[in-house]
C-alpha cells in the first residue's frame, strides 16, 4: 500500500450496482412487484453526462434494506443486439442477501411460483444461494451466510494472497 493510499478514507460501500435494462417499465415491474424492492429514483435525461451528446435515456433505482441500490439504464439508442445476451455468472452477476434458510427457500418459491426458472440452493459452504435471470439476462443470486461464515471468511482471509499468488505462478506459466 503507497503512503498516498494510506492517507485516502477507505471505500465505505457500495451506493448502487448498474446494469442496461431492455425495458425500464418491465424492469421495474420484476425488481418492485416480484422481488419487492421500491422504486426509488426514475431520472429521465436527454444528454448523457460528460459528453453532453444527445442519448435521452432513463436511469431507475430500486432501494434494498440495507439502503443501497440496484440500477438500470433504459437508453435504446444505444443498446445493441447483444446487449441482453445472458452471461455466464462468473462475467458478471448480482447475490442479494437474505436472513435465513427459511427465507431463501421462501424466495425460491416465490420465483418459481412467477414462472422465474431457479436454481438451488446450492452449498458453497460459507454460503448457501438459489440462482436466476432477470429480464434483462443479469444472472441474480439471492443467498445466505452459514453459520460458520465469519469463521471461514477469517480462515480464508489468512491465506487468500498466497492462494492467489500460487493461482498468477499457474496461470502465467501455462
Known amino acids: 500500500m503507497t503512503d498516498s493510499m494510506a492517507a485516502q478514507q477507505p471505500l465505505k460501500g457500495i451506493h448502487h450496482s448498474a446494469h442496461r435494462c431492455r425495458d425500464a ?7 418492485e412487484d416480484l422481488l419487492g424492492l421500491p422504486l426509488a429514483a426514475a431520472l429521465e435525461e436527454e444528454r448523457e ?10 436511469h431507475i433505482f430500486f432501494r434494498l434494506g440495507d439502503g443501497n441500490y440496484i440500477a438500470f439504464f433504459d437508453a435504446p439508442s444505444s443498446a445493441g443486439p447483444d446487449s441482453f445476451t445472458p452471461v455466464h455468472g462468473f462475467d458478471r452477476h448480482v447475490a442479494f442477501e437474505v436472513a435465513d434458510g427459511t427465507a431463501l427457500r421462501g424466495w425460491q418459491a ?11 440452493p446450492i452449498d458453497h459452504g460459507f454460503v448457501q444461494s438459489v440462482y436466476f435471470n432477470d429480464p434483462n439476462g443479469l444472472p441474480l443470486e439471492i443467498t445466505i451466510r452459514v453459520a460458520a461464515h465469519d469463521a471461514i471468511m477469517a480462515q480464508e482471509a489468512v491465506h487468500a494472497r ?5 493461482w498468477t505462478a499457474k496461470k502465467r506459466g501455462a
Do not use: I, M, W
Not at 25 to 31: D, K, M
Not at 49 to 58: E, L
Not at 110 to 120: E, K, Q, S
Not at 162 to 166: P, T
Open 49 to 58: 453526462p460528460g459528453s453532453g451528446r444527445k442519448h435521452p435515456f432513463v
Open 162 to 166: 498466497a492462494v492467489l499468488d500460487g
Open 25 to 31: 417499465e418491465q424492469t421495474r415491474a420484476f425488481y
Open 110 to 120: 416465490r420465483l418459481n411460483a412467477a414462472d422465474v426458472p431457479c436454481f438451488g
